[in-house]
């Protein structure tokens, strides 16, 4: 059964830093392209950043070029997201999603297997 969960999330002061992990079961990650998205309260759920299954094309969000970094380690089946310079607008729930072998985007739609998700809150 194919599983993501992800963990890593907190409360945490504007200008601070965290990472966030992606840890996968029940499929072999180096066939997978994993986008990182996030939904703030009463609004849609936006992508964030995105890596391909090779590991060699990344995307990221206007909103976060510069601060935050996905990565991935397929021994581990494990992505991760370093967000750094945490802003108070970063606050959300943050969701790992898995298409496979697509192409690195930031829409949803593509994308067929969700986690959880982990609450970011950055404070002020």
């Known amino acids: 059964q194919l599983q993501l969960v992800e963990s890593g999330g907190g409360l945490v002061h504007s200008g601070t830093s965290l990472r966030l992990s992606c840890a996968t079961s029940g499929f072999p990650l180096n066939r997978y392209t994993i986008g990182w998205f996030r939904q703030a309260p009463g609004k849609e759920r936006e992508g964030v950043s995105c890596i391909s299954s090779s590991g060699g094309s990344t995307n990221y969000a206007d909103s976060v070029k510069g601060r935050f970094t996905i990565s991935r380690d397929n021994a581990k089946n494990t992505v991760y997201l370093q967000m750094n310079s945490l802003r108070p607008e970063d606050t959300a729930v943050y969701y790992c999603?898995?298409?496979?072998?697509?192409?690195?985007?930031?829409?949803?739609?593509?994308?067929?297997?969700w986690g959880q998700g982990t609450q970011v809150t950055v404070s002020s």
């Open positions: 999603a898995a298409r496979l072998f697509g192409l690195c985007v930031l829409s949803t739609a593509p994308y067929n297997y």
